[in-house]
């Protein structure tokens, strides 16, 4: 799993990123770049999932989870994408 950032307030990203990280056992840190450049590392560096947390999907309590092989992407629950990370 990669941490996209996106939203502009860091401490709300990282708590969603170490609640992530903790429950499914898997995480690369949050890099503070461009957008797109982040998802062409993780592309590059073969990881499997890319999730994003923008003002939206923090709004609804759900993440946006980057299927980065399928480059399918789902607006889903932390608990579901705990599920498919583990």
Known sequence: ???????????TSNNVFNYLQIK???GD???RIA???QLKYANNKKIPYAIAIGTDELK???I???DMKKA????I?????IKILK
């Open 1 to 11: 799993m990669y941490f996209i950032y996106v939203l502009k307030n860091i401490k």
């Open 24 to 26: 499914s056992g898997v």
């Open 29 to 31: 840190k949050i890099n």
């Open 35 to 37: 957008f797109s450049k």
């Open 60 to 62: 609804e309590n759900k």
């Open 64 to 66: 946006k989870l980057k």
């Open 72 to 75: 399918e992407e789902f607006f």
């Open 77 to 81: 629950s932390l608990e579901d994408a």
